[in-house]
T-cell receptor, first 112, second 112 residues
Framework: KAGVTQTPRYLIKTRGQQVTLSCSPI?????VSWYQQTPGQGLQFLFE???????NKGNFPGRFSGRQFSNSRSEMNVSTLELGDSALYLC????????????FGQGTRLTV | QKEVEQDPGPLSVPEGAIVSLNCTYS??????FMWYRQYSRKGPELLMY????GNKEDGRFTAQVDKSSKYISLFIRDSQPSDSATYLC????????????FGSGTKLNVKP
């Protein structure tokens, strides 16, 4: 069974640009969550998508957005990049029931 | 005060030792508790998942949850050099069960 796939693995961008990250969840999983990991703040929840709808949102500015497609693949977009957006962005895949076992991808390392 | 507190370590032990990793939390609504292991430059790997209070054992790993004290633990028996990694605790509440709150991680080094 394939795991969670995130692309690309590495990105280098310039301040002010925008970026799109992609996540393909485990087959059959309908929930995709996104997290930002930095040395100073650790892992912080960005948002969760379930059946193409945003179900939860963390405390990040509106520059961070996402969407989910009918095949459960999800994308995350960051506009007007700032230096502080440099981080490892992780995607987690979960089943649709109350089972909260979440499996992470390898992440996309973004450098601004 | 952060919702989840975890000693960042580093924790250095000899091979074969019993390791105890701990987290405390402040939100009494948390019902789902997870432990993840993260190697350098990799995504977090789910080790243990526990619902509510009690113990759970899986091979060399034992997870304990004490909801009355708002305290969770992970024990690693017969530790191996391959266990050297950062260990993250995570937890969530029933109303947002896929929104995880993470500890800052404990870096473990098992010396051969």
């Amino acid at each position: 069974k394939a795991g969670v796939t995130q692309t690309p693995r590495y990105l280098i961008k310039t301040r002010g640009q925008q970026v799109t990250l992609s996540c393909s969840p485990i087959s059959g999983h309908r929930s995709v969550s996104w997290y930002q990991q930095t040395p100073g703040q650790g892992l912080q929840f960005l948002f969760e998508y379930f059946s193409e709808t945003q179900r939860n949102k963390g405390n990040f500015p509106g520059r961070f957005s996402g969407r989910q497609f009918s095949n459960s693949r999800s994308e995350m977009n960051v506009s007007t990049l700032e230096l502080g957006d440099s981080a490892l962005y992780l995607c987690a895949s979960s089943g649709s029931g109350g089972n909260t076992e979440a499996f992470f991808g390898q992440g996309t390392r973004l450098t601004v | 005060q952060k919702e989840v507190e975890q000693d960042p370590g580093p924790l250095s032990v000899p091979e074969g030792a019993i390791v105890s990793l701990n987290c405390t939390y402040s939100n009494s609504a948390f019902q789902y508790f997870m432990w993840y292991r993260q190697y350098s430059r990799k995504g977090p790997e789910l080790l243990m998942y526990t619902y509510s209070s009690g113990n759970k054992e899986d091979g060399r790993f034992t997870a304990q949850v004490d909801k009355s004290s708002k305290y969770i633990s992970l024990f690693i028996r017969d530790s191996q050099p391959s266990d050297s990694a950062t260990y993250l605790c995570a937890m969530s509440a029933p109303d947002n069960f896929n929104k995880f709150y993470f500890g800052s991680g404990t870096k473990l080094n098992v010396k051969p």
